[in-house]
């Protein structure tokens, strides 16, 4: 290594120098190296490389399992860089709802001992088994406390800053987003359901929208039709996917892998969480947030004087 001793980071051990002052993946000899072994065929890195001549027969794969899907996702146009309420299988009125809840304890007995004794209904599992490893922490900086922040396409935008959130009873579209996609008011459905954040309070939906939501890359991507709640609110996210559809996608989420797993025909794929987004989303959350009190206590300071 070049750099002086004196200046390096005894911290970080880099195995390619045998020395201190970087960690291995950060090491640009080593990178460096690889790409000249691999220009001069080295045999030990033949399985790494992908050969050209094996593109007609993964075409020929990716193209049996698109026609195999029932649903295929639109083309791409473009990029967009606790709740609960609205639509719900419970229904609207009070007493549906009630009876939402109780068709559970029927099924399942008002013994304890009755439930555990008698076997549960289980799903079928079409599919492998979804699991995490310790491969599935590459590239995540720990500690972390992020949001699950992750690429999707919604329709036939890419869309940026969308949070995976398991504890929303509904998927949500902001209203700029819905804009920025060449929709507006008379694409929604009229809906008198309320959404309900944390605080309890209650907030007006601007309507209700189906839209095609794609999750994975081809030939291990699904698409489905999922129902979006349209808010007109300012937010650092473009959209929050909810319980439903993580539901209608068999998925499985790990905050502390910030990855979301699900089974496709193709396979297992994954969405993976962008933790810089994630940060900057959240700092904006913070920063808006304490701003709208600011202003708010501003406001009530004044009318009172």
Known sequence: ????????????????HNDYGHDTDECNNLKEEIEFLIRQNNPNLKRYVRRDND??????????VRDDQQLLPPPVAGRLDIISGGPHLAGN???????????????????????????????????????????????????????????????NMIMARTMIDNGSSANILFKSSLEMMGLGAKDLEPCEHLIYGFTG??????GLIKLPLTVGTAPKSVTIMALFVVLDIISPYNALIGRPTMYELKAVTSIFHLLVKFPTKGGIDYLK???????????????TREKAAKSLKATASSSQQ
């Open 93 to 155: 009125s009070g007493k549906s709802r009630e009876k939402y809840a109780r068709s559970l304890r029927h099924e399942l007995g008002d013994d304890v001992l009755a439930v555990q004794e008698r076997a549960p209904k289980q799903p079928r599992y079409e599919h492998e088994l979804i699991t995490f490893s310790e491969d599935d922490t590459k590239h995540v900086r720990y500690p972390h406390n992020d949001p699950l922040v992750v690429e999707v396409q919604i329709a």
């Open 201 to 206: 309070s209650g907030m007006a939906l601007a």
């Open 1 to 16: 290594m070049r750099k002086d001793i004196s200046k390096r980071d005894m911290n970080k051990f880099c195995r390619f």
């Open 55 to 64: 593109q007609p027969q993964r075409q020929q794969q990716q193209q049996a």
């Open 273 to 287: 969480g962008n933790q810089i987004v994630a940060r900057e989303c959240y700092n904006l959350s913070i920063a």
